[in-house]
């Protein structure tokens, strides 16, 4: 069993910054995590993912250059560093993992993932 917790969340202008955190906790032997946003009236989309046995990361082309993903092992918890705000960013953020770990693909797709949390929530004003 594994439990992700996402944070970090909040109400930002246009241009802004968050970091969103995703806390594993249980069994916090995994090796993909990647995190999902969903607008309303939207499927979810995959946003960018790492790999953390290695640190590979990959990124939508709508957040390349802006977002950055990354891991801090010692406290299980990876991170999603969002700058230049968009509003077309608004959305719910969603981490989420596999266990056990049968690889981390890209494009991502929810069915890859059995772990999910249970959202924070990005809204960009303009």
């Known amino acids: 069993q594994v439990q992700l917790v996402e944070s970090g969340g909040g109400s930002v202008q246009a241009g802004g910054s968050l970091r969103l955190s995703c806390a594993a906790s249980?069994?916090?032997?995994?090796?993909?995590v990647a995190w999902f946003r969903q607008a309303p009236g939207k499927e979810r989309e995959g946003v960018a993912s790492?790999?953390?046995?290695?640190?590979?990361?990959h990124y939508a082309d709508s957040v390349k250059g802006r977002f950055t993903i990354s891991q801090d092992n010692a406290k299980n918890t990876v991170y999603l560093q969002m700058s230049s705000l968009k509003p077309e960013d608004t959305a719910m953020y969603y981490c989420a993992t596999r266990t056990p770990f049968n690889g981390c693909y890209w494009p991502l797709r929810q069915s890859q993932f059995n772990y999910w949390g249970q959202g924070t929530q990005v809204t960009v004003s303009s």
């Open positions: 790492i790999y953390t046995g290695g640190a590979s990361t």
């Open positions: 249980g069994n916090t032997y995994i090796r993909c």
